[in-house]
């Protein structure tokens, strides 16, 4: 069971950063996807960025160029650094962690959730 602590959530302008973090209870080496996804009211949950364990990333087409997803494996901590925010990326975010065990069978964690709200 890998335990899931987000942070860094608030309230910021348009045009502002944040930056979320992702502490894991587990070395994060031993994790085969890391995530952040985002869920605003009335919609469903949506991946906004992924980090898989050999490091390779992948973004949501609203966040690109926009967001980062970044890891620190001694602290075991994933991030989201946010730059340029935009009202729409309103929402709760939460960190995911995903295992594959050797049948291909995956599981998931979730974090609480934490609430990035911009104003315009």
């Known amino acids: 069971q890998v335990q899931l602590v987000e942070s860094g959530g608030g309230l910021v302008q348009a045009g502002g950063s944040l930056r979320l973090s992702c502490a894991a209870s587990e070395s994060i080496s031993s994790i085969n996807n890391m995530g952040w996804y985002r869920q605003s009211s009335g919609k469903q949950r949506n991946l906004v960025a992924g980090?898989?364990?050999?490091?390779?990333?992948r973004y949501a087409d609203s966040v690109k160029g926009r967001f980062t997803i970044s890891r620190d494996i001694v602290k075991n901590t994933v991030y989201l650094q946010m730059n340029s925010l935009k009202p729409e990326d309103t929402a709760v975010y939460y960190c995911n962690a995903q295992r594959i065990n050797t049948f291909e069978i995956k599981t998931d964690y979730w974090g609480q959730g934490t609430q990035v709200t911009v104003s315009s």
């Open positions: 980090l898989s364990r050999a490091g390779v990333t």
